[in-house]
């Protein structure tokens, strides 16, 4: 479906790279998005566990240590120290992309983000910024293990001053990563590696820097208002589709930017479907689907249904294939679940 966004991110006029239009997978994109950053900001640095001379446990910072040199580096398998070191680099000038393997690995160094990175600013009274760029990937895999699967967006969407973001398309993968490097903010950029060897698509390169914000309208309807984001887009879609063909119009946003987040956009659309869904891949209890319908019912949105929220339950991912398919929801549960829902 093409994306027809209700409220597209703005953008800066500079810097500016000539545009082309290039075949990539969305791991593609990324390093594409890695290395216009650090063609464009001489203080960028690039490091992190294994992303240098090997490339990235998903291949995805491939030949960048070749092209950058010592810009572009290993570190100890410490995350501590590398987002550590990433806010004393960002205060002295620098502009650190540091990439955390595992989003499960971030919470030993949960302290240098909560205590230490987004705090920069504010202690400083403003002399001071911290444009320190955080890359992860989260979810579930065939094969991960507890360790190894979780989803953690709403521990920091919690936390105030950073923001966060979790793209779904290949152009996404590229515009987000390249806005979230030349923001003054901290920015966490949530990836999923089961979309970095998804299949090519035409990606646009170079062009005005977008500001962190929007949605895209992925498909249009007019019974129920399905808000959702990352990997689960996809199912999403795929389940709207499945109740388009039984006469149910389910209108699917999917909101990249979880902070800022698009508040009056989704409850425009849900005022006028006068109904509301979430649909997240992390665990429902405290999950970021329901500070969405707070956010909407803060609006003085009336709905014709309760708000419906579709996550995990709250247990721990299996690494058994078989099981983790019956606790993440495929498309199908999704669209019993909003059939059984809209009655």
Known sequence: MPDTAVSGPATTGAPS?????????????????????????????LYGEDIAKPG??????????????????????SESAILGSAVGAAMLGRRPIVEIMWVDFSLVAFDQVVNQLVNVRYVS???LVAPVTIRTQQGSAPGACAQHSQSLEALFLHVPGLRVCMPWTAQDAYDLLVAAVHSDDPVLVI??????PAGTGPVRLGGPV????????????????????????ARVLEAAATLAGEGISVEVL????????????????A?????????????????????????????????????????????????????????????????????????
């Open 254 to 269: 999917e909101t990249p930017w979880l902070n800022p987040f698009p508040t009056d956009e989704v409850a425009a659309s």
């Open 210 to 233: 977008q500001q962190p914000g929007g949605l895209r309208v992925r498909r249009e309807g007019t019974d129920a208002t399905v808000v959702t984001w990352g990997a689960m887009t």
């Open 125 to 127: 009274r403003g002399e």
């Open 56 to 77: 990235g446990v998903f291949g995805v910072t491939r030949g960048l240590r070749r092209d950058f040199g010592d810009r572009v580096f290993d570190t100890p398998i």
């Open 191 to 196: 990836e999923n590696r089961t979309l970095y």
């Open 17 to 45: 790279a000539t545009q082309d239009v290039k075949e990539l997978t969305y791991g593609g994109a990324v390093n594409a998005a890695l290395r216009r950053c650090l063609e464009e900001i001489p203080e960028t640095l």
């Open 271 to 343: 005022r006028r479907t006068g109904a509301l869904a979430v649909v997240h891949e992390a665990n429902t209890t405290g999950g970021f689907g329901a500070e969405v319908v707070a956010r909407v019912a803060g609006e003085g949105v009336a709905l014709r249904v309760p708000p419906l929220r579709v996550g995990l339950p709250d247990t721990r991912v299996p690494a058994a294939p078989s099981l983790a398919a019956g606790l993440v929801p495929g498309p199908d549960a999704i669209a019993a679940t909003i059939r059984e829902w809209l009655g």
